[in-house]
Structures are given as C-alpha cells and as structure tokens.
C-alpha cells in the first residue's frame, strides 16, 4: 500500500493495523534523513502546511514544524492567543478562511475534543489531529509504537501499562487503541477518580496498585496529570500522587529489570516520575522526542506525496546521491 485509506488523520481508531505499520516503516526510512549534515529533502516542495495550535506545545509543534520543514514544504502557523478567535470567530469560520487560502496539510491541536474532526468537514486540505482535548493524539501514540518497536523488535505479545491521569490523557486513549490493534496487553493504572469507567471497553485492563500494574510489564508509560482538564481536584496532593502513583527507583524493583520507561512529556519531576527514574539507563524518553520528527515526516509524506514517490525509499534513495542530501 502506498496511501491511507482516509485523506486525514484525526485518530488511531480511524487507523488499520496495516496502516500503521505503513506508517511506522516510512518513518523508519526517513529517520536516517534527521542524521545527516544537511537535513532536508525535497518530495514537499511547493506544498503548504499550516499549524494551528489553539493549546500549549514544545514537543508536538515544533516537531511537526521540524517534520514539514525537512520535507521541503512551506509552513506557517498560528497560536490561539494571536488568532482572530480571541475576537470571538468561530471554529467553522477559521476552518473556511484558512481554506480560502488553499494550504495541503493543516496540523490541529484544540482543547475541544472533535474540533480537528470539525475542521475536517470545511477544508480540502488534510486535516492532523495534533491532540484534541481528551480524545485523541494520533502521532504521540504513533512515535510510542516506533520506540517500542525500536528498541524491543516487535509490538505484538508485550505488557504495556500506562499509569498516571488516564480519564483526561488523549495519549493514554491513542496508546490504548495504537497498542491494542498492533497485539499488545495494554494495562492502566492510577487513582480511581481519573479513571474511566467504561475504560475496559477500550481493551485495557485496570489494576489500582502500581506495584501490580508494572509487574510483568515490558514498558511503562507514566503520564501527567492533566490539571487544565479537571474541573476540580482529583487527588488531595501532587506529593500523595507522587507517594502512590509515582514511579521511582523503589517501584522499579517490582518491575521487569529490562521494562522501558516512557513519557509523553512534560514531565513534572518528582510527582509522575523521579529525576532518575526519566534519566535512567531504560529511560527512552529522547528516542520518543526524535522518533516524534520522524513520525511526522511519514505523516505529511504519506498524505501529500505523489503515490510514484510515497514509497519513502524513492525519497530517501532520490535525494541523496550520498550521505549530504539535497
Ligand atoms: C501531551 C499532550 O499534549 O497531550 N504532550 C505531548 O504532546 N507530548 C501530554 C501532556 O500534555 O501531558
């Protein structure tokens, strides 16, 4: 296959277990592109990739911004504090004047959940879901896959447990549905007041103590606890999370001695997770923040390149002529 079935990425759930691994195995072949001297190449040449970020990012925006800019595409962007939605425009009318301005990709993160579905309707461009409130964040679980592909060799049979503020995280539903599909046990943990009911649904399995929750498991996501989102306060105290939930050097006794440690980022130090714990010899956090460019090179290649030279080996092949690139 060379193309996806949808002409968006609004989520993992909308994606096939093939697709994925599609999109994992371009993004392994444009990774080699980030370690060259000169890092770009040309397939998006003369295409446009606007970023509208209507929440805080360093991770995600940049990386997507990296990503285009690799490729060769121009790109633009705008924050919501500088958007004409702070003088009370619509959604659906800055999905259609962004439109009138004829861009390819448009890379959407929105404290609404649904509101890249929405923009989705009223654009021709190809709409990225870059995280939309609670629902889902499609290239965060997609970089995930790729570390753990990365450094275990395989996505199907192995433990994955998230733990942290999973009733709020759109990383722990995209993580839940990407590790599901592609055959790996997905087990959730943390307080009781930020945990889904109807979680299992979902194909996860809940466990309450940490100690249990980690045991056995191959990798371990912590996740922040996502205070923006709550109406109040779900737990007396960052420091009693810390005490329950946290993972440290003492819960990591319970745990495989070879289970990857993951995060999303931010990390608030000391409360999801230790200073040693993120800077230990399992941590792969960085390997995330690299794999985050090269996912999203795979993302906008794949949706925008002409189907001849969406074979990502064309790309890399064709604009090297050697180790310096185009
Ligand atoms: C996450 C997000 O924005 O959902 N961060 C990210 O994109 N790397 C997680 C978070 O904010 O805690």
């Not at 096939?16 to 599609?22: S, W």
């Not at 490729?71 to 919501?80: F, M, N, Q, W």
């Not at 969406?310 to 064709?318: P, S």
Request: charged fraction near 25%.
């Amino acid at each position: 296959m060379n193309r996806l079935r949808s002409r968006h990425v609004l989520g993992i759930s909308h994606l096939e277990p093939d697709e994925i691994t599609y999109i994992l195995d371009s993004a392994e072949a444009l990774k080699g592109i980030l370690d060259r001297p000169i890092k770009k190449v040309p397939p998006l040449r003369g295409r446009t990739v606007v970023h509208l970020f209507f929440e805080p990012s360093t991770r995600t925006k940049l990386s997507f911004e990296l990503a285009a800019k690799r490729l060769s595409a121009d790109t633009v962007g705008i924050t919501a504090s500088a958007s004409s939605v702070v003088k009370g425009e619509t959604l659906i009318d800055t999905a259609r004047n962004i439109e009138a301005m004829k861009p390819d990709v448009i890379v959407m993160r929105h404290p609404m959940s649904g509101a890249p579905h929405i923009m989705s309707r009223y654009v021709d461009a190809a709409v990225i879901n870059a995280g939309d409130g609670t629902n889902e964040h499609p290239s965060q679980a997609l970089l995930d896959l790729m570390t753990v592909r990365q450094h275990l060799g395989r996505l199907d049979g192995l433990n994955i447990t998230i733990i942290g503020d999973i009733l709020h995280s759109r990383v722990a539903h995209s993580d839940i549905l990407a590790f599901t599909k592609m055959g790996s046990r997905v087990t959730v943990c943390g307080p009781a007041t930020m945990l889904p009911p109807d979680i299992s649904a979902l194909g996860a399995r809940v466990i309450y103590c940490v100690k249990e929750a980690i045991r056995d498991a191959d990798v371990i996501i912590a996740l922040r606890i996502q205070k923006e989102r709550q109406g109040r306060s779900l737990i007396p105290s960052s420091r009693e999370y810390a005490t329950f939930f946290g993972i440290n050097r003492q819960t990591l006794e319970y745990a495989n001695p070879d289970a990857l440690i993951m995060h999303p980022g931010p990390i608030n130090r000391g409360v999801e997770m230790s200073p040693d714990v993120a800077d230990c010899d399992h941590s792969v956090i960085l390997d995330q923040v690299t794999n985050g460019v090269a996912v999203r090179m795979a993302l906008l290649s794949v949706l925008l390149a002409e189907p001849e030279r969406a074979d990502q080996k064309n790309i890399v092949d064709e604009s090297t002529g050697g180790e310096h690139g185009a």
